[in-house]
Nanobody, 124 residues
Framework: QVQLVESGGGLVQAGGSLRLSCDFT????????MAWWRQAPGKERELVAG????????YYGDSVKGRATISKANTKNTVYLQMNSLRLEDTAHYYC?????????????????WGQGIQVTVSS
C-alpha cells in the first residue's frame, strides 16, 4: 500500500523558516516525481516544488523560487521542503504528492498519490 505522510508544519512568524518532511512507502522513486503542493481555502491547488527521481531535476514555482529547496534524503524514503523567508501568502495546506509519470508537471491529475496534507500558517 502507498502512504505519504507529511510532517513539520505549524505556525511560523513571517520571515522565519520551516522544513516539511514527506515520508513515503509503497512507491519506488526512480522514474517518477515527488512534489509539494499547497492549497488555501477557495484557491486553486498550486505546485510549490518538485523533484524527479531520474537525475533529481528540481522545479520551483515562481512564488517560492529563491526561498524554497526540495531535496531527497540519501538513505531513506523522505523528501523535504525547506522554506525560508516565509510570507503571509505562504499560508496554506501543504500536500506531498507522487506522480504517475516521469515529468514534473503542474497538473494535479498527473499525480497518483497524495498525503493527507499539513497546515502551514505564517503570522505577521
Amino acid at each position: 500500500q502507498v502512504q505519504l505522510v507529511e510532517s513539520g508544519g505549524g505556525l511560523v512568524q513571517a520571515g522565519g523558516s520551516l522544513r516539511l518532511s514527506c515520508d513515503f512507502t509503497g512507491v519506488t522513486f526512480s522514474r517518477n516525481v515527488m512534489a509539494w503542493w499547497r492549497q488555501a481555502p477557495g484557491k486553486e491547488r498550486e505546485l510549490v516544488a518538485g523533484i524527479s527521481g531520474l537525475g533529481y531535476t528540481t522545479y520551483y514555482g515562481d512564488s517560492v523560487k529563491g526561498r524554497a529547496t526540495i531535496s531527497k534524503a540519501n538513505t531513506k524514503n523522505t523528501v523535504y521542503l525547506q522554506m525560508n523567508s516565509l510570507r503571509l501568502e505562504d499560508t496554506a495546506h501543504y500536500y506531498c504528492a507522487f506522480s504517475s509519470g516521469p515529468f514534473i508537471t503542474p497538473v494535479p491529475e498527473r499525480y497518483a498519490y497524495w498525503g493527507q496534507g499539513i497546515q502551514v500558517t505564517v503570522s505577521s
